[in-house]
T-cell receptor
Framework: NAGVTQTPKFRVLKTGQSMTLLCAQDMNHEYMYWYRQDPGMGLRLIHYSVGEGTTAKGEVPDGYNVSRLKKQNFLLGLESAAPSQTSVYFC?????????????FGPGTRLLVL | GESVGLHLPTLSVQEGDNSIINCAYSNSASDYFIWYKQESGKGPQFIIDIRSNMDKRQGQRVTVLLNKTVKHLSLQIAATQPGDSAVYFCAETVSGNTGKLIFGQGTTLQVKP
């Protein structure tokens, strides 16, 4: 099993550009999550999904959109990137919602917005 | 409000010594806690978890202690090794907040040879 994989590993964007981060998991997990990690602030939940075709907002959803068209994939989109979105983005998945099963994380995508 | 925090931002220990990393939480309704290890340039990795109906849980070289009275969580690492050098995060589930883990800011563990 590859576990949770993320594409790309690193990206540089100019302000206003758009991009999509791809997360894939091969563990047949129902639940998937997108976090951002900033220095000294730990991990903050952006959006999450409890199943194919469903998404929900997390703690910091503004400026991001997500889609879960297939169970194994969870996409994070930035329609108009801003320097404040410079961060490391982590995707995670779990068999069930947090509280019953742990979340498994991908290796991260480092994004720099100029 | 609810929060999860770690008592020390950096902990430096000698190789072979035991390490104790602490975490405080404020929401007494939280019922599930996880410790993660994050090495430089990598995603968080699950170490051990504990439910609120337990006080202690042991893994391989790691022990998690939960004190619900003072809302305190700790991670003990026995015989700390250089490979244990990383940032350690505690996380909690918040009752009623479906699917959301609340993470602390992390403690950096430095192991001196």
């Amino acid at each position: 099993n590859a576990g949770v994989t993320q594409t790309p590993k690193f990206r540089v964007l100019k302000t206003g550009q758009s991009m999509t981060l791809l997360c894939a998991q091969d563990m047949n997990h129902e639940y998937m999550y997108w976090y951002r990690q900033d220095p000294g602030m730990g991990l903050r939940l952006i959006h999450y999904s409890v199943g194919e075709g469903t998404t929900a907002k997390g703690e910091v959803p503004d400026g991001y959109n997500v889609s879960r068209l297939k169970k194994q994939n969870f996409l994070l989109g930035l329609e108009s990137a801003a320097p404040s979105q410079t961060s490391v983005y982590f995707c995670a998945s779990s068999y069930s919602l947090a509280g019953g099963e742990t979340q498994y994380f991908g290796p991260g995508t480092r994004l720099l917005v100029l | 409000g609810e929060s999860v925090g770690l008592h020390l931002p950096t902990l430096s220990v000698q190789e072979g010594d035991n390490s104790i990393i602490n975490c405080a939480y404020s929401n007494s309704a939280s019922d599930y806690f996880i410790w993660y290890k994050q090495e430089s340039g990598k995603g968080p990795q699950f170490i051990i978890d504990i439910r609120s109906n337990m006080d202690k849980r042991q893994g391989q070289r790691v022990t998690v202690l939960l004190n619900k009275t003072v809302k305190h969580l700790s991670l003990q690492i026995a015989a700390t090794q250089p490979g244990d050098s990383a940032v350690y995060f505690c996380a909690e589930t918040v009752s009623g907040n479906t699917g959301k883990l609340i993470f602390g800011q992390g403690t950096t563990l430095q192991v001196k040879p």
